[in-house]
Every structure is written in structure tokens, then in C-alpha cells.
């Protein structure tokens, strides 16, 4: 099964899978981003809708066609405008030198797809832009509160160091936390937060 039949079923059906709020890290830290924002399978759009409230440009990127419809459902819900596009992180080129922050929020992606994407992501940032990420980490594997099941896709800080060789660390922390996102994300889990700047 492809992944984008995979997330398109996923998501067919009315209710939000990681609800209609934004992720609480990116909540606490979103003083810090300036855009254009290019947001990472952005999903549903609660974090896009969240930002755009705030007052940023953003650009969410997904494989699932259904997500970013519903994305648009929320952000006219809520009077804001969002801007997406439909692609897969396998083959999506960013904008060189264009945006102040690229977020990343559960977009768990095999390393296959993120040795590919990361440079670019690391060229599409403006000097001083930054990148906000949140991901499952591999110590989540042991736990049944979501995220995907294969090592490869969860994270670590050594890979974050290694993957984004050229940006400058703001936070890098690995952390248990309470996530409370909906059906899809729930319960105590172990996650990854990453800051990090691009030199100026
Ligand atoms: C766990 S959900 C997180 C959604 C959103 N970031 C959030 O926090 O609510 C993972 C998202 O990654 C998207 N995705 C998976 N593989 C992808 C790919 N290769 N390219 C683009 N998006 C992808 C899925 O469609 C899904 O929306």
C-alpha cells in the first residue's frame, strides 16, 4: 500500500486524527518563527491554522490530498488563510533561500526521504531562518501512545546532528511528555525537540 492511499484513508472521514489545536511545542515556541513558513506534512492543518492566527505565511506540504482539503475546511473555520500543496517529501524541492522557518512536527519520514529532503530544507531556509521539529524518538518503539513502528522513521539527537550537519542548535533534547493530539497521538510519549538556526 502506497502511502498516499495509506494517509488519504487515513484521514476519510469527518473527525480531526490529531484534533483541531496545534502541537504544544510548536504553541510555546512559535514567537520564535518568522515566514514564510514551509510546514512539513502538515496534515490537517491545526498547526498551519495555528501559525497563520499568529499572523505568519504558510505553505503546509502533504501526500494526502484529503488531509489539506480539511486543512482548508479549519483555516476557513477559523478566518485565517493557509497556502498548501500536495507532494510527496520524496521528490518535493523547497524554494532556495526563502523562508524564515520550516516546521516539522510528527512528520516521520523514512531516512531514505530525509537524507534527500534535509539538504534542501537546510538550502530553503533565509539566513537566520529556523527550523522548530518534534518527532517520536526510537524510544518510543516501546510505547502504545502513536507514532510509526519502524526504527528508521523515529529519531534520535545524534541523527538530528548528523542530518542537519550545517544549522547551529538552539535546543536539542530528547524528552518523555504527555501528548494529548487527538485519537491518532495520546498518552506519555518520547519525543525529540529540535531549534536550530541557519547561520547568517
Ligand atoms: C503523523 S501525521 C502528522 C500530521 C501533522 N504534522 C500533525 O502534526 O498533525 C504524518 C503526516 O505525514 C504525511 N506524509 C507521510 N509521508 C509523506 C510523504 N512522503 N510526503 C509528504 N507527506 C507525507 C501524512 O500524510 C500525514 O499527514
Same mark, same amino acid.
Given at each position: 500500500?502506497?502511502?498516499? $492511499?495509506?494517509?488519504? #484513508?487515513?484521514?476519510?472521514?469527518?473527525?480531526y486524527v490529531y484534533g483541531?489545536?496545534?502541537?504544544?511545542?510548536? %504553541?510555546?515556541?512559535?514567537? /520564535?518563527?518568522?515566514?514564510?513558513?514551509?510546514?512539513?506534512?502538515?496534515g490537517?492543518?491545526r498547526? %498551519?491554522?495555528?501559525?497563520?492566527?499568529?499572523?505568519?505565511?504558510? !505553505?503546509?506540504?502533504?501526500?494526502?490530498?484529503?488531509?489539506?482539503? #480539511? @486543512?482548508?475546511?479549519?483555516?476557513?473555520?477559523?478566518?485565517?488563510?493557509?497556502?498548501?500543496?500536495?507532494?510527496?517529501? @520524496?521528490? $518535493? &524541492?523547497?524554494?532556495?533561500?526563502?523562508?524564515?522557518? &520550516?516546521?516539522?512536527?510528527?512528520?516521520?519520514?523514512?531516512?531514505?526521504?530525509?537524507?534527500?529532503?534535509?539538504?534542501?530544507?537546510?538550502?530553503? !531556509? =533565509? *539566513?537566520?531562518?529556523?527550523?522548530?521539529?518534534?518527532?517520536?524518538?526510537?524510544?518510543? !518503539? %516501546? #510505547?502504545?501512545?502513536?507514532? *510509526?513502528?519502524?526504527?528508521?522513521?523515529?529519531?534520535? &539527537?545524534?541523527?538530528?546532528?548528523?542530518?542537519?550537519?550545517? /544549522?547551529?542548535?538552539?535546543?536539542?533534547?530528547?524528552?518523555?511528555?504527555? &501528548?494529548?493530539e487527538g485519537?491518532g497521538h495520546?498518552?506519555?510519549?518520547?519525543?525529540?525537540?529540535?531549534?536550530?538556526?541557519? =547561520?547568517?
Amino acid at each position: 500500500m502506497g502511502e498516499e $492511499f495509506f494517509w488519504n #484513508k487515513r484521514y476519510a472521514n469527518s473527525n480531526y486524527v490529531y484534533g483541531t489545536e496545534p502541537n504544544s511545542f510548536l %504553541a510555546e515556541q512559535c514567537h /520564535l518563527l518568522s515566514g514564510p513558513v514551509l510546514s512539513l506534512s502538515e496534515g490537517e492543518g491545526r498547526n %498551519a491554522v495555528f501559525m497563520a492566527a499568529q499572523g505568519l505565511d504558510v !505553505l503546509g506540504v502533504d501526500i494526502s490530498q484529503v488531509a489539506l482539503e #480539511k @486543512a482548508h475546511q479549519l483555516a476557513k473555520s477559523r478566518g485565517v488563510e493557509i497556502r498548501t500543496v500536495v507532494a510527496d517529501l @520524496a521528490t $518535493f &524541492v523547497p524554494e532556495e533561500n526563502h523562508y524564515g522557518a &520550516v516546521v516539522s512536527i510528527s512528520a516521520h519520514l523514512p531516512s531514505a526521504i530525509r537524507h534527500r529532503l534535509y539538504p534542501f530544507i537546510e538550502r530553503a !531556509l =533565509k *539566513p537566520n531562518g529556523l527550523i522548530l521539529l518534534e518527532a517520536y524518538s526510537e524510544n518510543q !518503539l %516501546a #510505547k502504545n501512545s502513536g507514532g *510509526p513502528k519502524q526504527l528508521d522513521m523515529l529519531m534520535t &539527537v545524534a541523527k538530528l546532528q548528523r542530518e542537519f550537519p550545517n /544549522l547551529e542548535p538552539i535546543l536539542l533534547q530528547e524528552i518523555e511528555r504527555e &501528548v494529548f493530539e487527538g485519537e491518532g497521538h495520546t498518552g506519555l510519549a518520547s519525543v525529540v525537540q529540535y531549534i536550530a538556526r541557519k =547561520k547568517g
